[in-house]
């Protein structure tokens, strides 16, 4: 087969990237298109993936978000139209999704946010989507995702790629990071989502102070963009509460192995929350957006939990762990079986 994959978002490398090796391993002929937003380039790089860069961010505002997404999907209809794809392939682009319906190209999504505003355009290019089953058709058909379309999967969608994880214990090592402290990792809300809400950025700056004034703390903060970046880096210049405890990776890093080495997370998102659950670390969320209801069920087995008020932040409780505990994933075979219905779905 020739697969089109496109990534516009950082999140969609760890899924895809071991899903294109699995079908190169086939012989089957992969090619990446992504926009250059984020890390999505240093990530892709960093996993050995070639790619080629068609666009970018064009801003939050919702007018530019609708020309961005004219602009590329036109740029990507010009790209793919020189090849005979037999299938496009994606965790999410509204992009992608427009010019394969306009090439007559099978459309398969890999998703788990029944809450993002790109299924108003891909519940009509879509060949097919893929959602774990803890999302309900009840759901999914609020949503006026056609179930007709809809193949479910076992599973956590980062279990799709966390199952041939093999961590690099070096990493704390490389960072310069003290094994001996509590090891937080941090990621700060997508505040540029039309799904964002402002309220996930003041329980960040209350979270923030809490945990300044914690002595045995490192925390290790995984920006979105440069700005996070600039602000992070501000906060420790001007507090000297954090001195050397405040840790902002100059470049993308392998943020599973961070995981495994760690004690917990705090993340204003989704997908770095549910790898640290795969993970088995105590995982806290301050994500205040629609909750998905694959987070309503990690929250209702007790593997997740919400912070939803400032008084919940100083419930957390702060502990090293030992690694030898942190694995637990239980999918080891669900990237071959999401590979499978893939094919199906696709009469190979």
């Not at 999504?109 to 089953?133: K, Q, V, W």
């Not at 309900?136 to 076992?154: G, H, T």
């Not at 007790?302 to 942190?326: M, N, S, T, V």
Request: proline share 4%; glycine share 6%.
């Amino acid at each position: 087969m020739k697969i089109w994959v496109d990534i516009c978002h950082t999140p969609h490398v760890l899924l895809m990237a071991p899903l294109v090796k699995e079908f190169e391993k086939r012989g089957d002929t992969v090619l990446i298109t992504t926009r250059d937003v984020f890390q999505t380039c240093e990530l892709l790089t960093l996993h050995g993936l070639a790619y080629q860069t068609i666009g970018k961010h064009y801003g939050k505002h919702k007018w530019l978000k609708l020309y961005g997404i004219l602009a590329r999907s036109f740029e990507l209809f010009l790209f793919a139209r020189k090849y005979d794809f037999n299938v496009a392939l994606c965790a999410g682009s509204p992009y992608q999704g427009l010019a394969a319906y306009f090439l007559k190209i099978p459309f398969i999504i890999i998703n788990d946010y029944e809450h993002s505003s790109i299924f108003n355009i891909l519940r009509f290019t879509a060949h097919r989507f893929f959602f774990p089953a803890y999302i309900s058709d009840a759901v999914l058909k609020s949503k006026k995702v056609p179930i007709e379309k809809v193949i479910k999967f076992n599973g956590l969608k980062e279990e799709i790629y966390l199952g041939d994880f093999l961590p690099d214990k070096n990493l704390l090592e490389s960072l310069k990071i003290d094994s001996k402290n509590i090891i937080a990792v941090l990621r700060p809300p997508a505040n540029e989502a039309h799904y964002h809400n402002p309220k996930s950025e003041k329980l960040l700056m209350t979270l923030l102070k809490h945990l300044a004034e914690q002595p045995n703390i490192t925390l290790i903060v995984i920006p979105r963009g440069e700005s996070q970046r600039h602000f992070f880096k501000d906060l420790r210049q001007k507090s000297n509460k954090w001195n050397d405890r405040l840790i902002i990776p100059e470049k993308a890093i392998d943020t599973l192995s961070l995981l495994y080495q760690s004690d917990l997370m705090l993340g204003g998102g989704g997908t770095m929350n549910r790898e640290s659950v795969a993970l088995g670390l105590p995982t806290y969320s301050f994500f205040c957006g629609p909750i998905g209801a694959v987070d309503q069920y990690l929250q209702e087995t007790g593997k997740l939990i919400f912070i939803k008020e400032d008084a919940d932040i100083f419930k957390i409780k702060f502990e090293k762990r030992k690694i030898e505990a942190q694995i637990n994933v239980k999918a080891k075979n669900l990237k071959y079986k999401v590979i499978e219905q893939i094919l199906s779905s696709l009469n190979y």
